[in-house]
């Protein structure tokens, strides 16, 4: 089973900029996974933010994300990167990246990491 471990969450004022890393674990490859980012904010359903193929030639994102954040990958690096540009005060949440053999929904994917928390305050 894939095992996914997610890194670069922190404290953030508004305006501010992260990236968030999605990394195999040891003795894991990401080359035939396709791998989303999916958050959850306190007292709110899981939703999703954004996912890219294993090809890296297919990315979605959430409307709320759309010209903020960039998806992309390495697989040289086994890693998977959210890049957060402009942050909001709603973007506040626990961030996961989850993998399967295409992108599903919040709850479709098979293979979760166990998250990382992106705060956004002045």
């Known amino acids: 089973q894939l095992q996914l471990v997610e890194s670069g969450g922190g404290l953030v004022q508004p305006g501010g900029s992260l990236r968030l890393s999605c990394a195999a674990a040891?003795?894991?490859?990401?080359?035939?996974?396709?791998i989303g980012w999916f958050r959850q904010a306190p007292g709110k359903e899981r939703e999703g933010v954004s996912c890219i193929s294993s090809s890296g030639g297919s990315t979605t994102y959430a409307d709320s994300v759309k010209g903020r954040f960039t998806i992309s990958r390495d697989n040289a690096k086994n890693t998977v990167y959210l890049q957060m540009n402009s942050l909001k005060p709603e973007d506040t949440a626990v961030y996961y990246c989850?993998?399967?053999?295409?992108?599903?929904?919040?709850?479709?994917?098979?293979?979760w990491g166990k998250g990382t928390l992106v705060t956004v305050s002045s």
């Open positions: 989850a993998g399967d053999e295409v992108c599903n929904g919040p709850y479709g994917m098979d293979y």
């Open positions: 040891s003795g894991f490859t990401l080359d035939y996974y396709a």
